[in-house]
């Protein structure tokens, strides 16, 4: 049948054998290339989604969604593994680090959030804040319509690029790196 509202983003597989569309019907389609026809259909957003985006090893679907949450689905079945909250706005982008042990969230409400993937079935998703988790992680980017991008490197918890950026208690900015 397909989507009865807007299309609010469409991404491929990185196989390029599927693509992923999300829309402000509150679901999230995953469709063949080859045939055309729909192969999931992902429910259950109270809201529209903003967008949907496929895990580098293509095994895992996250949807962010106007209702402030994230779902992290199996994209083979559909299945829902985990429903993330804690955004205090419309969630507007998500992805995946390139070891897909992590998935970072940014929210209207000016907040990154870093969520642990790597002990999903143990219950180990959370908040990263500053810890020695989060200096795993090579940077990390920012961007709201209060203020520019900014870049921060993980490892030292420095700013990367001098720019400024209005953060909530989702990351904290360190100090500015010398020029």
């Given at each position: 049948?397909?989507?009865?509202?807007?299309?609010?983003?469409?991404?491929?597989?990185?196989?390029?054998?599927?693509?992923l569309t999300?829309?402000?019907?509150?679901?999230?389609?995953?469709?063949?290339?080859?045939?055309?026809?729909?192969?999931?259909?992902?429910?259950?957003?109270t809201?529209?989604?903003?967008?949907?985006?496929?895990s580098?090893?293509?095994?895992?679907?996250?949807?962010?969604?106007?209702?402030?949450?994230?779902?992290?689905?199996d994209?083979?079945?559909?299945d829902?593994?985990?429903i993330?909250?804690?955004?205090?706005?419309?969630?507007?982008?998500?992805?995946?680090?390139?070891d897909n042990?992590?998935?970072?969230?940014?929210?209207?409400?000016?907040?990154?959030?870093?969520?642990?993937?790597?002990?999903?079935?143990?219950?180990?998703?959370?908040?990263?804040r500053?810890?020695?988790?989060?200096?795993?992680?090579?940077?990390?980017?920012?961007?709201?319509?209060?203020?520019?991008?900014a870049?921060?490197?993980?490892?030292?918890?420095?700013?990367?690029?001098?720019?400024?950026?209005?953060?909530?208690?989702?990351?904290?900015?360190?100090?500015?790196?010398?020029k």
């Open positions: 049948m397909g989507h009865t509202e807007w299309v609010r983003s469409v991404v491929f597989s990185n196989s390029s054998t599927r693509l999300a829309s402000d019907d509150r679901t999230a389609r995953v469709w063949d290339v080859a045939s055309g026809d729909e192969v999931l259909c992902l429910q259950e957003h809201n529209r989604v903003f967008l949907a985006v496929f580098l090893d293509d095994n895992l679907i996250a949807t962010a969604s106007n209702d402030h949450t994230v779902h992290l689905r994209s083979q079945t559909g829902r593994l985990r993330f909250e804690g955004h205090t706005s419309n969630v507007r982008s998500a992805c995946f680090s390139a042990a992590r998935l970072a969230t940014a929210s209207s409400d000016f907040t990154i959030r870093l969520r642990d993937l790597r002990h999903l079935h143990r219950g180990g998703v959370r908040l990263i500053n810890s020695r988790a989060l200096r795993e992680l090579p940077r990390v980017a920012a961007n709201t319509a209060a203020s520019p991008t870049i921060w490197s993980c490892r030292d918890d420095l700013e990367l690029d001098g720019l400024r950026s209005k953060m909530g208690a989702g990351m904290q900015r360190g100090p500015r790196r010398s």
